[in-house]
């Protein structure tokens, strides 16, 4: 048990002796060290219950807890306006180390989702367009959520949703048609054949909203297409076309996976499950849940809104089309099939599907007709948003064409990387400029946009992945230089006291456990690259102000921090470096 529940567990029967009422108490991590390591506001809530001040009722529970026996906290303290600080003991606060060096690579793991099922779906890019930023951004925080629950000790299962049919399928084929004469060679390598497509698809969107011929043009293509996988009679000039655009993109986009560490168990095409949707839209149009509508099926969002308007969860809701007039199944019922198919590939507890917030409203309404449909299903999903990623020229657009490639932006770190250290080898270049783009995009709030900076993503000095690389690299360079001493393994006389730089370095690592467990919960990455910049700037201050060499402590502590900062990282997909 951590030493936080444990003060809480001594909270809950001296509150209820107090109130004689069940009240739920919250610890939380102090921020500042001389609030100590652990705080509680519950004297302020208890102050108008009891009809007393804070400061007095702080002052109660703080009498009644000392007459506890608990070891790990060395002292209790009050602060106005009614807070009640806990400070850790420095023994326990060293006994740390041992603990991190016994846990090594598993320090921060926990069992908690021990035989809990979770998929994650993400990056979701279609073939026949290009993998932009948008897919980038959501590759890096998907990947990073996975490898947090997977700590935690659930049997985590990565998919991706392409897809590979739909209008943007019949426009880049259109545009591939008309640009033939420039089509690459199959040998030609894949980041030009992976221009070639976005070049194609660009077009057909042009063409498509600019002439209302070659529209109807693209619809009836789109229709053809549908037909690859529905009908033995269909265009073989078309399928080849198709086939040859469709196995480009999904080969140009296993490149960008295995490039960023990301390994996916499972893939979902809407050519697989657009049936399925079809069918249950079909099964439940005659139980109600879905209506005609001008040709169309749609689900009638705002009747289901106007049923209980007090229900948060039907808020929002509107009409959507699920099935449209040429009677071809939209994303929407494409994705109650995806539900469907996704549980019986992996009976899971818990599906948590990642995308753009520009999806918020979608979703709302397609998790309301599965809620018709399948609640269990609706239960167990859960849908969360990430923001824009914007460079200084703006927001993206494959359809204008000018969109900017999760490729580049990867190239273009490396580049710059390896122009500002040009000592650095080419491979560590490579994982330094992943770092700078991963810790960049997941520091911040994942539902808040974000702007990306260059500049303050390659810098060595700021909160940055190189920074927190940087960082490793100098514990090992210290354990390295000193192999000949030999690291005590046993605890120092916590009498003799520690300094200020070495207790803000162990309380840090007494609360990784702890930030790691509560991104999980919060779906939260960024509270570990905070926590990480945190730890790596105390550390540092240490490392400068006093003499490590020699001193089997502080190698101790030295080795820890490096420990911590590895798995710290390796849960944002960040590989740490030998050398800078």
Request: glycine share 6%; charged share 25%.
């Amino acid at each position: 048990m951590r030493v936080r529940e444990q003060i809480t567990d001594n909270l809950l029967p001296v509150v209820r002796k107090l109130t004689k009422k069940d009240i739920d108490v919250q610890v939380s991590i102090s921020e500042r060290l001389e609030n100590g390591d652990y705080f509680t506001n519950v004297a302020l809530r208890l102050g108008p219950v009891l009809k007393k001040k804070p400061l007095d009722v702080a002052y109660e529970i703080k009498r009644e807890l000392e007459s506890l026996k608990f070891s790990e906290i060395e002292k209790v303290e009050v602060a106005p306006p009614g807070f009640i600080n806990f400070f850790l003991s420095r023994r326990y606060l060293i006994s740390a180390m041992s603990r991190i060096r016994e846990k090594g690579s598993k320090f921060g793991n926990s069992d908690v989702l021990k035989n809990q099922k979770v998929m994650f779906e993400f990056t979701d890019p279609n073939p026949f367009k290009e993998f932009h930023i948008g897919h980038l951004y959501s590759n890096i925080i998907g990947e990073s959520l996975s490898r947090l629950f997977e700590s935690q000790g659930a049997h985590v299962l990565r998919a991706c949703y392409q897809g590979d049919v739909g209008l943007h399928v019949a426009k880049a084929i259109y545009g591939m048609q008309k640009l033939k004469k420039e089509l690459p060679d199959e040998n030609a390598p894949l980041s030009i054949r992976a221009q070639f497509m976005g070049r194609a698809y660009s077009l057909g969107s042009r063409d498509y909203e600019s002439n209302e011929s070659i529209k109807t043009e693209i619809n009836e293509l789109n229709k053809k297409i549908y037909s690859i996988y529905s009908s033995s009679g269909s265009d073989p000039s078309l399928k080849r076309i198709y086939e040859k655009g469709r196995a480009w993109s999904l080969e140009y986009f296993e490149s960008i996976y295995e490039r960023l560490g990301t390994k996916f168990e499972r893939y979902y095409f809407e050519s697989e499950v657009g049936k399925a949707g079809l069918k249950l839209v079909r099964e439940f149009l005659k139980k109600g849940v879905f209506e005609e509508s001008d040709g169309a099926i749609i689900f009638p969002g705002e009747k289901y809104a106007r049923l209980d308007p007090t229900d948060k969860s039907r808020q929002g809701l509107h009409n959507r089309v699920f099935i449209n007039s040429l009677n071809l199944p939209t994303y929407e019922a494409k994705d109650l099939g995806l539900a469907a198919a996704k549980f019986a590939d992996f009976p899971y507890d818990k599906s948590i599907i990642l995308t753009g917030q520009e999806q918020v409203d979608y979703f709302k309404v397609v998790l309301r007709a599965l809620m018709e449909i399948n609640p269990d299903l609706a239960l167990k999903t859960t849908h969360i948003t990430h923001g824009m990623v914007r460079l200084s020229s703006g927001k993206m657009s494959s359809r204008t064409g000018d969109v900017i490639t999760g490729e580049w932006l990867m190239d273009e770190a490396v580049s710059r990387i390896s122009k500002a250290y040009p000592d650095m080898d080419g491979p560590t270049a490579q994982k330094v400029g992943l770092a700078a783009i991963k810790y960049a995009l997941l520091k911040g709030s994942i539902g808040s946009d974000m702007e990306f900076s260059f500049d303050e993503s390659i810098s060595l000095t700021g909160a940055s992945g190189p920074y927190l690389q940087y960082a490793y690299v100098r514990t090992k360079s210290v354990i390295e230089k000193n192999h000949k001493a030999r690291i005590m393994r046993q605890e120092i006389n916590a009498e003799k006291g520690l300094n200020p730089e070495e207790l803000a370095v162990l309380r840090s690592l007494e609360h990784f456990e702890e930030i790691v467990s509560e991104a999980k919960v919060r779906l939260a990455p960024n509270l570990i690259a905070e926590y990480l910049f945190d730890l790596a700037q105390k550390f540092n201050l240490f490392y400068q102000k006093h003499k490590i060499a020699g001193n089997s402590f502080r190698l101790e502590l030295t080795s820890a921090v490096g420990q911590g900062l590895k798995n710290g990282l390796a849960l944002l997909g960040i590989e740490t470096v030998k050398h800078m």
